[in-house]
């Protein structure tokens, strides 16, 4: 085995825990912006999501690199509608109804997406610390 | 000259498929998110059980694991089908499989050293 083959499971673990971490930076954002009214474009706030994809290398041939992981794009959400309220007193509110529109964030949505990704980004960490047990105990036997 | 045998040979082949499942866990893993992705594994006990069975394991650094999309596992409503519970648990068995053949090639080295430390 190469040397840098033996690091490969770490980089691929590495490859989870860094998207993972990216989703919950977007899930913090997201629950900052919860009541945003407007935006610098005037807009109410609209919640993102993180898109993954697969970097496949090769992975179907024999002994070649299973596919990490990395995120496509950051999303915006135009399809959840933004959430209205009856605030005629609001600065922003719509003069002729007296509307005012805040983000489409969903506070339970956002937590449950949370839990899910601190949850994935414990399971990389613990592929890690595996591999290291297992590298560990290989290079022991060098110790005779 | 044959001193050391075959199965150290096979021992090592054993170490270097565990180093490869686990990854193909880690790569499970690191997938659970990914929409679409689907769950791996590897196939090596197949081929390992045919050259045990016809007697060829002198050859055993020449045996080939593969990686397939594993058949078995249930694809969620995002068309992954990775479940975290099932990748635990096989990472974890692989990991005291690994620590069995590590543990065999450990003896038999310090058997090896005992007899050349034995002839001086």
Redesign the interface.
């Known amino acids: ?1 190469e040397l840098e083959g033996i690091f ?2 770490m980089t ?2 590495g ?2 825990l860094d ?2 971490r990216r ?1 919950i930076d977007v899930i913090a954002e997201n629950i900052a912006n919860a009541n945003v009214v407007a935006t610098p474009g005037g807009e109410p706030y609209r919640r993102r999501e993180v ?4 970097v496949l290398e090769g ?11 990395r995120v496509a794009e950051v999303a915006t959400d135009f399809t959840t509608p933004l959430s209205e309220v009856y605030d005629p007193k609001h600065p922003l509110a719509d003069p002729e109804t007296g509307i005012v529109r805040y983000s489409n964030v969903n506070m339970s949505y956002e937590m449950v997406d949370l839990l ?2 601190s ?2 980004y414990e ?2 960490l ?3 610390s ?2 290291r ?2 590298v560990e ?2 290079l ?2 060098l110790e ?1 | 000259m044959k001193i050391f045998g075959d199965d150290l040979g096979v021992l090592a082949k054993l ?2 498929v ?3 499942r ?14 679409g ?1 689907r769950a ?1 594994e590897l196939r090596f006990e197949d081929t390992f059980r045919d050259a045990l069975d016809s007697g060829r394991l002198g050859d055993a650094r020449k045996l ?6 594993s058949e078995t596992a249930e694809v969620k409503a995002d068309g992954n089908s990775v479940h ?1 519970e099932r ?2 648990a096989l ?2 068995k692989n ?1 005291l499989l ?2 069995v053949y ?1 543990s065999i ?2 003896g038999k ?2 058997r090896i ?1 005992h007899a050349i430390e034995a002839a001086q």
């Open positions: 085995m490969r499971g691929l673990s490859a989870g998207a993972e989703r898109v993954f994809e697969t992975a179907m041939e024999p002994g070649s690199v299973p596919g990490t992981v899910s990704a949850r994935s399971a990389n613990k592929a890690i595996t591999y047990e297992m105990q290989a022991r036997l005779g | 170490m270097d565990s180093v490869r686990h990854e193909v866990t880690a790569g499970n893993l690191a997938n659970v998110n990914t929409p992705y791996r080939e694991a593969r990686v397939v999309e975290m990748e635990f990472m974890q990991r690994f620590g590590s090639l450990q080295l310090r050293r």
